[in-house]
């Protein structure tokens, strides 16, 4: 069995190398690294090397010629191959330089071998590769001590421990060219069964080395995933910051510009009575603001304090009804602080102040098919009579409104949000309804 190359052992070697170099050339193709190509030439050029044992007498003259060749092609791919794989450009700098000269050498050496051929005879070949097959194996053996003292991990270990198994085996066929086959037939082993061996065994820790380096590049891939997911979510909350540092000073100055008024118009109780409740608001935001997000009850406590502080203000005051559905945890719902705040500041400002009469400002939140809810109605004027008042586009929106609109979207990465606001006058009534939908987990 181990003295006919057509046995099923040989054929099995020789059809699993060629596989092999199917499967990792077509990977060469998908992503264009060098690793894969040299890899998948050097299985090339040891099919091409095996098959002289099987070819028909058409192919004779072929090997007669290039032989020795395929074995220098194989091994000049195996030694780029190798520096790719164990990236010796920059572990092994100086010694890179040598495995640079050395695939040159080989190159040269298939050429000139086809020349010895013609010119000599394959006399002359065996007799120049029986000198230089020692050479190449004891820079190889230096390389290889080299490898694992300098590149201390797992890959140099397998790599060198792969090629080992391939040169002493190989090495072992070799031992042919001193002492004839008889030794090996008499054992009813073919002589270059063991170089059969070594290269089946070798592509296959070669391979399953490749297999760790893909591994480790979906690892590295999917981890930059997640830092990438990381960096967007810090991105996402100094945007959050930002836009919250911007709308927090212009509440602040309406709110001063507020009691300056008071002042002004000599209401000295009022105004005391403004900045105690003005400074308890404060002191609730300040509490807050450490933070990107606030519940929703955190939310309607602030809320709250600043509808009081904002029925002092207009004449008349107003009524402030907030209705809220029993089922939501307002505890566990997320929302940017001071969310709210704009959206009832607008209804106020622009819209019953304008109004003769009773004032009324509903705020109702509810579950609506797994979403959160926030509805704004006010009987004030109307958006579209506010709009021909103050001569405003049909496009601009009030900044604080605008900035909580941007900040609701970067908090839900804009899934889900819907912000819409409708004039709801008729002949008899008028006012503004104020709709804001998003997720509620």
């Not at 230096?142 to 797992?154: E, P, Q």
Request: aromatic letters at 14%.
């Amino acid at each position: 069995m181990l003295l006919d190359f057509h046995s099923e052992i040989f054929s099995w070697i020789r059809g699993g190398l060629f596989v092999l170099f199917i499967y990792h050339f077509l990977i060469f193709f998908q992503n264009k690294s060098k690793l894969y190509l040299y890899y998948s030439l050097y299985l090339l050029a040891i099919t091409l090397y095996l098959l002289q044992h099987v070819v028909s007498e058409d192919f004779i003259g072929f090997y007669k010629y290039f032989s020795f060749s395929l074995q220098f092609l194989a091994y000049a791919a195996y030694v780029s191959f190798a520096r790719d794989l164990l990236d010796t450009r920059t572990h092994l700098i100086k010694w890179d330089k040598y495995f640079e000269i050395e695939v040159t050498i080989l190159l040269i050496l298939a050429i000139v071998f086809v020349l010895i051929q013609f010119l000599l005879g394959g006399n002359y070949q065996m007799e120049a590769f029986t000198i230089i097959a020692p050479i190449l194996t004891i820079f190889t053996l230096a390389s290889y001590y080299v490898v694992v003292s300098k590149i201390k991990d797992n890959l140099s270990y397998y790599f060198v421990a792969g090629s080992l198994i391939y040169i002493v085996l190989a090495n072992i066929s070799f031992i042919e060219i001193f002492t004839g086959p008889e030794i090996f037939t008499n054992l009813g082993i073919q002589p270059m069964f063991f170089v059969y061996l070594g290269a089946i065994l070798q592509s296959i820790i070669f391979s399953i080395i490749i297999g760790f380096i893909i591994k480790k590049i979906e690892q590295k891939s999917k981890n930059a995933e997640v830092r990438l997911a990381v960096k967007l979510k810090e991105m996402e909350e100094l945007k959050m910051t930002a836009l919250q540092s911007q709308m927090n000073p212009h509440f602040l100055f309406n709110s001063l510009n507020s009691i300056n008024n008071f002042v002004l118009k000599n209401e000295i109780e009022k105004a005391s009575d403004y900045i105690t409740k003005f400074s308890k608001l404060i002191r609730v935001i300040l509490n807050s603001s450490s933070s990107t997000t606030s519940s929703l009850s955190e939310e309607l406590i602030i809320l709250a304090l600043y509808v009081k502080l904002e029925q002092m203000r207009v004449n008349g005051g107003f009524n402030y009804k907030v209705n809220i559905d029993k089922n939501l945890n307002l505890e566990t719902i997320k929302v940017p602080p001071l969310f709210l705040q704009p959206f009832i500041e607008n209804a106020i400002w622009h819209g019953i102040m304008k109004k003769e009469g009773e004032k009324t400002i509903n705020l109702t939140i509810k579950s609506d098919n797994g979403d959160v809810l926030c509805v704004i109605l006010d009987n004030g004027i109307g958006i579209n009579n506010t709009k021909k008042i103050t001569h405003l586009s049909q496009k601009r929106k009030f900044f604080g409104a605008k900035a909580t609109e941007n900040r609701i979207r970067i908090l839900h990465q804009n899934k889900g949000v819907e912000i819409e606001t409708e004039d709801i006058s008729s002949e008899t009534t008028s006012g503004t309804k104020v709709s804001i939908r998003f997720p509620l987990n």
